[in-house]
């Protein structure tokens, strides 16, 4: 009997297309995977690209427009061909876009073959993401305002948080805590304003993330210097950042611009760390307050928060050991593959 074939796209080499990829092949499925940001064609890459940039410095085209968009060799044009010619010839039984930039609108209309999307960021454009949603056969979001939507209008969607890679993400034995708060993630007002209330609390910070020096409003640059570590840590360097913090700080990127939870709650919590979250409305599907990871409300009272935990206040080693068990119990990339395995590839 000849395996099934799943066909899996994102933007980019993101660690997510990874985690997929290792749980489908070890679930005997063959798996091809598309990034569609490196489909570009020559002619996008060295001409195009910087035509377009220079028309829009010199205002002369709006930021969302392509000038090349009617050339076969434009950005969109030729990755949509491209996702065609690896449908032709991977030939799959199941076609699963994980989705943030959408694209192959066209490919994914006429397609006979079972298609799903998941979406896993935040969207403010509803009338693009009903529109694509459209396309598929299920469409999975993490965010549940957006499946509510969805359904309402007989768009078949389902509820799918983020999970987490427990070969990735997991306790390291004898680590020392020498961090008191770790924040990891890009620059955005409310992630600066949480971060600027746990540095009344401590000065012990680690800090990763794009975007802080240039954006920064609060911080002074003496102060933002004093605790930023790098733009970017990702894998084993971040689990093992993880591990050495008392405390992970987290803030959604757009604070209630959606009910979904992002992917850093369940890395960190599948880490075995203590986990201090704002609290997205679908937090509480999964997790609770003080049993799995704690929740604060509002920057002001992070300080007292943070003070309290690290004095001793709080029974650290409880809550660590039973949100890691929650997320071990069917939020891991496992279970979703396991799932999308049982209803779509199979006999």
């Known amino acids: 009997m000849s395996k099934k074939k799943i066909l899996i796209t994102f933007v980019d080499s993101f660690s997510i297309v990874d985690h997929l990829k290792k749980e489908f092949t070890e679930l005997s499925i063959d798996v091809d995977v598309y990034i569609t940001n490196n489909s570009g064609h020559w002619l996008h890459r ?33 990755r949509d061909r491209e996702f065609a ?3 032709e010839k991977f030939k799959p039984d199941l076609i699963f ?16 073959i079972t298609k799903i999307g998941w979406y896993v960021e935040p969207n403010p454009d509803y009338n693009e993401l009903i529109r694509h949603a459209r396309l598929f056969d299920l469409y999975l979001s993490y965010d549940s305002r957006s499946v509510e939507l969805l359904n ?20 390291i ?35 990763y993330g794009n975007g802080w020096f240039k954006n920064c409003t609060i911080f002074s640059k003496k102060d933002l210097l004093s605790i930023h570590r790098g733009k970017e840590i990702i894998g084993s360097d971040l689990n093992q950042v993880i591990n050495k913090s008392h405390i992970v700080l987290n ?12 992917t850093r709650a369940f890395d960190v919590l599948a880490s075995g760390a203590l986990l201090l979250t704002d609290a997205p409305t679908d937090l509480f599907r999964h997790f609770r307050d003080k049993e799995d990871l704690l929740v604060y409300e509002d920057s002001e009272e992070l300080p007292k928060l943070i003070k309290y935990i690290l004095e001793g206040g709080v029974e650290i080693d409880k809550i660590r050991r039973t949100g890691r068990e929650k997320v071990l119990q ?3 990339y496992r279970d979703l593959c396991q799932k999308i395995s049982q209803k779509f590839l199979t006999d």
Do not use: M
């Open 330 to 332: 069917g939020l891991t």
């Open 97 to 112: 876009c994980i989705h943030g930039q959408q694209f192959g609108e066209t490919i994914l209309n006429v397609t006979k």
């Open 251 to 262: 803030a959604q990127r757009l604070k209630k611009s959606t009910t979904g939870l992002d």
């Open 152 to 171: 309402g209008l007989n768009i078949r969607s389902e509820y799918q948080s983020h999970v987490a890679s427990p070969s990735d993400f997991y306790v």
């Open 46 to 78: 060295y001409f195009f690209k910087r035509i377009n940039k220079l028309a829009k410095a010199f205002g002369l085209l709006p930021t969302h427009i392509d000038l090349f968009w009617w050339c076969p060799f434009s950005f969109e044009k030729f």
């Open 85 to 87: 010619l690896r449908i």
């Open 173 to 207: 034995p004898g680590s020392t805590k020498e961090i008191d708060v770790l924040l990891y993630g890009a620059w955005s007002p409310w992630r600066e304003a949480v971060l600027f209330a746990a540095y009344q609390a401590t000065k012990n910070i680690a800090l």
